[in-house]
């Protein structure tokens, strides 16, 4: 059975970073691609990045390239979302997803995706 689980999320002050972990099971990780997204409530879940299987590349929304970064560690079976210069837009519970394919995790249409975790950004 395949688990994703999103691990990191805190409350933080504008301008601050933080890391988000999504470490995997039940599944050959390295043969996954791995994304990020965000939903606030109400609103649609938005694409944040995405990585391919090596970690070799990495695609992000224009809402958040040169402040959020995907990497992925595929020994450990995780992949991480690094972001700074944190806005209170930014507020929202953050998901990873995963898939063989790329397209399909960058259209949010990925068969896995864990809980979530709630990341707080205060003014």
């Known amino acids: 059975q395949v688990h994703l689980g999103e691990s990191g999320g805190k409350l933080v002050q504008a301008g601050g970073s933080l890391r988000l972990a999504c470490a995997a099971s039940?599944?050959?990780?390295?043969?996954?691609?791995m994304g990020w997204f965000r939903q606030v409530p109400g609103k649609e879940r938005e694409y944040l990045a995405v990585?391919?299987?090596?970690?070799?590349?990495?695609y992000y929304a224009d809402s958040v390239k040169g402040r959020f970064t995907i990497s992925r560690d595929n020994a450990m079976n995780t992949a991480y979302l690094e972001m700074s210069s944190l806005k209170p837009e930014d507020t929202a519970v953050y998901y990873c997803?995963?898939?063989?394919?790329?397209?399909?995790?960058?259209?949010?249409?990925?068969?896995?995706w864990g809980q979530g975790t709630q990341v707080t950004v205060s003014s």
């Open positions: 990585i391919s299987r090596s970690g070799d590349h990495t």
């Open positions: 997803t995963a898939d063989p394919y790329l397209s399909t995790v960058a259209a949010g249409k990925a068969p896995y």
């Open positions: 039940g599944l050959s990780f390295k043969e996954y691609v």
